[in-house]
């Protein structure tokens, strides 16, 4: 039983149809990096399975919670699966700690003391548990990227998306965020990548995806995919041909 | 020799000022929790809601103030409910200050980058929540300079309550004046309270849009 299933998905932007038809199945404990070109979907893809954007056609299902156009279904939703982004998107106006404490409190109704350990032992696990009380403005790009993380782990999600979050960094910040989504993924987490970081994906990820103008181009274990790309578009993706 | 001395025009005059005050201040506060009211609609998912919200504001700034106080004072009349002056100027002087405020607070809310809410939304929160928790508290900082400038313009639209024949500051004056025959001396006295009170406001509106620019976001 697979913990993310997408099916038939399509989505359109005006008369523009971004997403034709795609067929996934993430199990649980699977690590999977979309790759291709920008423009091919993988972001809308990633951003769909949240609800972020909605689907015209097909049907997505993370841990049996359904993806529907309401609030009721979102939030079921999200509470399964969580979320970070290629900018942080960390709210400035509170403290690393109370960012990580935020959603526990005002959407589980989890207790301020409780949230607050939570928090804490969130940020240790990122390396970041002497920022608790650093305001987001104060922190490194890659600090506040590794704050986002475990603010996202502290509502414990069942799967994390992961859209292009070592792009925005600088090059000499990105290891220590891979570093801690490879512990992830050592750890079981179920993650969905897009990311540009192929070394990364062939060194931590069980099977990678090809996306192409909106389809599944192709798909297997990253030593398939990057030693003996089947078709040309890949190949010429990853600068073989 | 006019019976009347300086001291008794401006003793009079600063006690129909209270009212104007009163006046500003249920403007001002009624105003803010309609422009609340207006604002989560205008923002919400609901189209119905967002279409009321947008009819109330651009009605409420797309007609003269003036209009406003007839329609509440005479017009309500005439449906035979009968509008104390005060009611009515409270009234038309909330709703006024209500849509002016809602579009003020919207621009602030905007303003909140869109990673803002998708953040907020990833952690499964309502829309409530995020804008309790997440976007008011950082639209708050910004939309202070403009809202207390705006309470500006709530006090001098007060005078214009004084044509329904409701007594503050100006019509005081003008009562004043008809007893006196010293236009130039009430007149110029009602200015310089309006003045008074405005001067301030927009003193420190300026000064806060420096501050809030300047400091740390956070502070």
Redesign the interface.
């Given at each position: 039983m697979s913990l993310i299933a997408i099916t038939e998905v399509r989505k359109r932007f005006g008369t523009n149809e971004v997403l034709k038809g795609i067929n996934l199945d993430v199990a649980a404990g699977e690590v999977v990096a979309i790759i291709g070109k920008s423009g091919s979907g993988k972001s809308t893809l990633l951003r769909c399975i949240?609800?972020?954007e909605t689907i015209d056609e097909g049907s997505i299902l993370v841990a049996g919670a359904q993806l529907a156009d309401d609030?009721v279904h979102?939030?079921a939703l999200?509470?399964k699966v969580?979320?970070i982004?290629q900018?942080f998107?960390?709210?400035?106006?509170l403290t690393a700690g109370r960012n990580v404490m935020?959603?526990p409190m005002?959407?589980k109704k989890v207790s301020a003391k409780e949230a607050e350990a939570e928090a804490r032992a969130r940020l240790a696990q990122v390396g970041l548990d002497h920022k608790f009380d650093a305001?987001p403005?104060e922190l490194s790009g890659g600090q506040q990227q590794r704050v986002?993380i475990a603010?996202?782990l502290a509502?414990r999600p069942l799967a994390l998306l992961c859209d292009e979050i070592t792009s925005a960094l600088d090059p000499e910040l990105v290891n220590e965020v891979l570093q801690v989504v490879g512990k992830l993924a050592q750890e079981g987490m179920t993650l969905l990548m897009v990311t540009h970081e192929m070394r990364f994906a062939r060194e931590v990820c069980d099977r990678v995806v090809f996306m192409h103008q909106g389809r599944v181009h192709e798909i297997g274990p990253p030593d398939i995919v990057f030693e003996s790309p089947k078709t040309l578009e890949l190949r010429q993706f990853l600068g073989m041909a | 020799m006019s019976p009347f001395t300086t001291w008794d025009i401006v003793r009079n005059l600063l006690l129909a000022t209270q009212w104007t005050l009163l006046l500003s201040l249920v403007a001002f506060v009624g105003g803010g929790a309609v422009a609340l009211a207006a604002l989560l609609a205008r923002t919400s998912?609901n189209r119905w809601a967002r279409r009321g919200a947008t009819l109330y504001i651009e009605l409420f700034q797309g007609t003269p103030l003036l209009m406003q106080l007839f329609l509440f004072f005479f017009g309500l009349s005439l449906l035979g409910v009968n509008v104390p002056p005060w009611l009515a100027a409270a009234l038309a002087l909330i709703l006024w200050t209500g849509a002016f405020l809602a579009e003020i607070w919207r621009g602030c809310v905007e303003a909140i980058?869109r990673?803002?809410w998708?953040?907020?939304?990833?952690?499964?929160?309502?829309?409530f929540?995020q804008m309790?928790?997440?976007i008011l508290?950082?639209a708050l900082?910004i939309a202070i300079p403009p809202t207390v400038g705006f309470s500006v313009q709530v006090v001098k639209a007060t005078a214009l309550t004084s044509i329904i024949g409701f007594v503050e500051l100006s019509k005081a004056s003008t009562m004043i004046t008809n007893a006196t025959f010293q236009p130039f001396v009430v007149y110029g006295f009602a200015a310089l309270i309006y003045f008074a009170l405005c001067w301030p406001l927009s003193k420190s509106s300026q000064l806060l849009e420096r501050k809030l620019n300047v400091a740390?976001?956070?502070h």
């Amino acid at each position: 039983m697979s913990l993310i299933a997408i099916t038939e998905v399509r989505k359109r932007f005006g008369t523009n149809e971004v997403l034709k038809g795609i067929n996934l199945d993430v199990a649980a404990g699977e690590v999977v990096a979309i790759i291709g070109k920008s423009g091919s979907g993988k972001s809308t893809l990633l951003r769909c399975i949240n609800g972020l954007e909605t689907i015209d056609e097909g049907s997505i299902l993370v841990a049996g919670a359904q993806l529907a156009d309401d609030e009721v279904h979102l939030k079921a939703l999200r509470l399964k699966v969580g979320m970070i982004f290629q900018g942080f998107n960390l709210f400035p106006h509170l403290t690393a700690g109370r960012n990580v404490m935020l959603s526990p409190m005002v959407v589980k109704k989890v207790s301020a003391k409780e949230a607050e350990a939570e928090a804490r032992a969130r940020l240790a696990q990122v390396g970041l548990d002497h920022k608790f009380d650093a305001y987001p403005d104060e922190l490194s790009g890659g600090q506040q990227q590794r704050v986002a993380i475990a603010r996202a782990l502290a509502m414990r999600p069942l799967a994390l998306l992961c859209d292009e979050i070592t792009s925005a960094l600088d090059p000499e910040l990105v290891n220590e965020v891979l570093q801690v989504v490879g512990k992830l993924a050592q750890e079981g987490m179920t993650l969905l990548m897009v990311t540009h970081e192929m070394r990364f994906a062939r060194e931590v990820c069980d099977r990678v995806v090809f996306m192409h103008q909106g389809r599944v181009h192709e798909i297997g274990p990253p030593d398939i995919v990057f030693e003996s790309p089947k078709t040309l578009e890949l190949r010429q993706f990853l600068g073989m041909a | 020799m006019s019976p009347f001395t300086t001291w008794d025009i401006v003793r009079n005059l600063l006690l129909a000022t209270q009212w104007t005050l009163l006046l500003s201040l249920v403007a001002f506060v009624g105003g803010g929790a309609v422009a609340l009211a207006a604002l989560l609609a205008r923002t919400s998912r609901n189209r119905w809601a967002r279409r009321g919200a947008t009819l109330y504001i651009e009605l409420f700034q797309g007609t003269p103030l003036l209009m406003q106080l007839f329609l509440f004072f005479f017009g309500l009349s005439l449906l035979g409910v009968n509008v104390p002056p005060w009611l009515a100027a409270a009234l038309a002087l909330i709703l006024w200050t209500g849509a002016f405020l809602a579009e003020i607070w919207r621009g602030c809310v905007e303003a909140i980058p869109r990673g803002q809410w998708e953040a907020s939304a990833s952690l499964a929160q309502s829309y409530f929540e995020q804008m309790r928790h997440v976007i008011l508290p950082q639209a708050l900082r910004i939309a202070i300079p403009p809202t207390v400038g705006f309470s500006v313009q709530v006090v001098k639209a007060t005078a214009l309550t004084s044509i329904i024949g409701f007594v503050e500051l100006s019509k005081a004056s003008t009562m004043i004046t008809n007893a006196t025959f010293q236009p130039f001396v009430v007149y110029g006295f009602a200015a310089l309270i309006y003045f008074a009170l405005c001067w301030p406001l927009s003193k420190s509106s300026q000064l806060l849009e420096r501050k809030l620019n300047v400091a740390h976001r956070h502070h």
